[in-house]
């Protein structure tokens, strides 16, 4: 349970973290190391070198504006968290966030870094597939903007070049009329959720205009159902509205492909997408109803 | 190959004291402050973190230190459960609370346990009963039992407002 040895390089900016990178065939970022330092302890992983961005100034920004949440590489968990207007700006980031690892984990690892480990059993790739952000990387041809449709490419596998750093992930803003939620079913709290599920749901005058669902632990990919074309002009709060999104729901499950585990079986996982689906699109929906009922319907002014 | 590995120059400031040392890159916080500081009260557990028994206080927050490389932390400051001691050498609020509270038996566990109630304590200095199950959630004990040690989080508390 030790690290096998590796070169290591702290680097001072983020040219000088690419250059190091782009020396080595398999070198990794080290920023919260919370999943990484595991790995290597474990020896599933063996970089010849670790690149330390730690070090590096003005990486760690929280930044959130009318068009949504900036996180910098080294923005920890428990500082995206604590984030009163983050927390205002995209409520969905902070209801996945409080889910991922416990307290002590987020205070070290970081967000960017859970985003570009790529676990599909983990939160916040899904969220940043959810709300259809994007992550900001770095490498030696400059800087580059990957939207989250294409950042998850399989297990544990990002659309990242081996030499570019990941700096910053965006978030979008809520819209008006929309509400969220999410929740997951773990074995114990803080540990790898069975399932998770998050819902973005837009209403129009107590009727669905658009909902999304997204699911983890369920695929080898974090995985977006678009459920607007079921869903569109019912309210989920009558009996009608619960029939058709049971329907949605089954709809959204032929894109999944749970896996057996020593944790879950197949038909478990499945049952627990469903149940979870129907609960967090059903709450989303309450949401948005509950903020377009508390805020003017034009919204903010940006 | 141990002995070609490439050594790196930090300084660690731990419980108050600085040390400068030269290690290799892959040494675990967890054992440099065991092995290269001889300061065995950080207990290594899972070794992967789960178990949260080897929990240390960097600048003052609560972090696993089997998942923190001793190198990344040049310059900062450390608590371990040694650190935690009155300057007179006498028991802290949180270590009699656990003494008082029977909040262990084969105390493997106990030095993860007090180091997260410390820093919880600055941030919940009057902790409810679910705040203080949530402060100690990432903590295994697999002989005591948890309601001692959510019982010891309140004495604790108990005894910071007193000793103020």
């Not at chain 1, 079921?230 to 032929?254: D, N």
């Not at chain 2, 006498?90 to 029977?102: K, N």
Request: proline share 5%.
């Amino acid at each position: 349970m030790k690290p096998a040895p590796f070169n290591y390089v702290r680097a001072d900016s983020i040219e000088q973290a690419v250059e190091a990178l782009a020396g080595s065939s398999d070198g990794k970022v080290l920023a919260g190391g919370q999943s990484l330092i595991p790995l290597l302890s474990m020896r599933l992983a063996g970089p010849s070198l670790l690149v330390d961005i730690n070090g590096i100034a003005g990486l760690d920004e929280v930044r959130a504006d009318s068009d949504g949440v900036h996180l910098g590489a080294l923005a920890r968990h428990a500082d995206v968290l604590a984030n009163t207007a983050a927390r205002e700006v995209q409520p969905l980031v902070a209801a996945a966030l409080s889910h991922v690892g416990h307290a002590t984990i987020r205070n070290r690892g970081t967000t960017v870094g859970s985003l570009v480990h790529a676990d599909a059993s983990a939160e916040m790739p899904l969220i940043l597939l959810l709300l259809a952000g994007s992550l900001d990387v770095v490498g030696p041809r400059g800087r580059r903007t990957i939207p989250a449709e294409s950042l998850y490419i399989g297990p544990l596998e990002s659309s990242l070049e081996h030499d570019e750093v990941a700096v910053e992930a965006f978030f979008p803003a809520l819209p008006p009329m929309t509400g969220i939620a999410f929740e997951e079913v773990a074995r114990r709290q803080g540990d790898y959720a069975l399932c998770g599920v998050g819902a973005v749901v837009e209403v129009d005058g107590g009727h669905v205009r658009s909902a999304r669902a997204g699911f983890m632990s369920v695929h080898d990919v974090p995985v977006v159902a678009e459920l607007t074309e079921h869903l569109a002009g019912m309210s989920l709060s009558t009996q009608e509205g619960r029939v058709v999104l049971e329907a949605a729901v089954e709809h959204a499950m032929g894109a999944l492909d749970p896996a057996a585990d020593v944790h879950a079986s197949e038909a478990y996982r499945a049952h627990l997408a469903r149940v979870l689906a129907k609960r967090v699109v059903a709450a989303a929906f309450s949401d948005a109803t509950h903020r377009a009922a508390t805020r003017p319907a034009v919204g903010s002014e940006a | 190959m141990t002995s070609t590995e490439t050594r790196h120059d930090v300084l660690l400031t731990v419980n108050g004291v600085p040390h400068r040392l030269n290690l290799p890159a892959r040494r675990l916080l967890s054992d440099c402050l065991r092995h290269d500081l001889k300061l065995t009260g950080t207990h290594v557990g899972c070794e992967h973190g789960v178990c949260g028994a080897c929990t240390v206080l960097i600048d003052g927050k609560p972090t696993r230190s089997c998942l923190v490389l001793a190198v990344a932390l040049d310059g900062q400051e450390i608590t371990t459960v040694e650190g935690l001691t009155n300057p007179d050498g006498s028991l802290g609020c949180v270590q009699q609370a656990l003494l008082e509270c029977h909040g262990l038996q084969c105390g493997f566990c106990t030095p993860g346990f007090m180091t997260t109630i410390e820093a919880g304590l600055k941030q919940q200095p009057a902790p409810t009963d679910d705040e203080a199950r949530e402060m100690v959630a990432g903590n295994l004990c697999r002989c005591t039992g948890y309601q001692n040690i959510v019982g010891a989080v309140h004495r604790a508390a108990e005894l910071k407002r007193d000793s103020r």
